[in-house]
T-cell receptor
Framework: GENVEQHPSTLSVQEGDSAVIKCTYSDSASNYFPWYKQELGKGPQLIIDIRSNVGEKKDQRIAVTLNKTAKHFSLHITETQPEDSAVYFCAASGGANSKLTFGKGITLSVRP | DAGVIQSPRHEVTEMGQEVTLRCKPISGHNSLFWYRQTMMRGLELLIYFNNNVPIDDSGMPEDRFSAKMPNASFSTLKIQPSEPRDSAVYFC?????????????FGPGTRLTVL
């Protein structure tokens, strides 16, 4: 089955700086890669996703890049703000069903 | 829309007791997912349903766990008997249709503590 790994487990940045979170996956058949943000006491919420036929996708301050050859994808957050502090999960999925395999999450702290 | 509704939000029980977690998916969504979140294992998919039918239950840890979806607006996850290692946050999520590109909307979770 699919195995998704995230590194590091925690990341601290100064407000205004950029943050990059990286994930690797194992199944070359995976073709959908969403990112979820989880705030304290809440369920994860989709913030951006990318399909395998695209190398990069942007939405305001966030962007995701995908390298299918190396089987890794990254979340980029520019001009970080304190409200970006949360746990971020990457996930991967492939095939004909809805099953997502999540990484263990990374805790991002943005220092004011 | 009210979003995915889960109850209870917190549950504390003693080892050996039966625990039932409840979920109401977003109206009109056809797929429903149950996840378990722990520090050690992260977010794990337990089971998911499409049109009230279980599609994949390979993540259900053992026979003590069971899930049902009697209709499109209600699902339960039952643990009987419960054990301390079942302590975790359990999330229910729903999506509009079956298929990998559909956003999953998560509920607020149920924090289960088994003493």
């Amino acid at each position: 089955g699919e195995n998704v790994e995230q590194h590091p487990s925690t990341l601290s940045v100064q407000e205004g700086d950029s943050a990059v979170i990286k994930c690797t996956y194992s199944d070359s058949a995976s073709n959908y890669f969403p990112w979820y943000k989880q705030e304290l006491g809440k369920g994860p919420q989709l913030i951006i996703d990318i399909r395998s036929n695209v190398g990069e996708k942007k939405d305001q301050r966030i962007a995701v890049t995908l390298n299918k050859t190396a089987k890794h994808f990254s979340l980029h957050i520019t001009e970080t703000q304190p409200e970006d502090s949360a746990v971020y999960f990457c996930a991967a999925s492939g095939g004909a069903n809805s099953k997502l395999t999540f990484g263990k999450g990374i805790t991002l702290s943005v220092r004011p | 829309d009210a979003g995915v509704i889960q109850s209870p939000r917190h549950e504390v029980t003693e080892m050996g007791q039966e625990v039932t977690l409840r979920c109401k998916p977003i109206s009109g969504h056809n797929s429903l997912f149950w996840y378990r979140q722990t520090m050690m294992r992260g977010l794990e998919l337990l089971i998911y349903f499409n049109n009230n039918v279980p599609i994949d239950d390979s993540g259900m840890p053992e026979d003590r766990f069971s899930a049902k979806m009697p209709n499109a607006s209600f699902s339960t996850l039952k643990i009987q008997p419960s054990e301390p290692r079942d302590s975790a946050v359990y999330f229910c999520a729903s999506s509009r249709t079956h298929g990998i590109y559909n956003e999953q909307f998560f509920g607020p979770g149920t924090r289960l503590t088994v003493l």
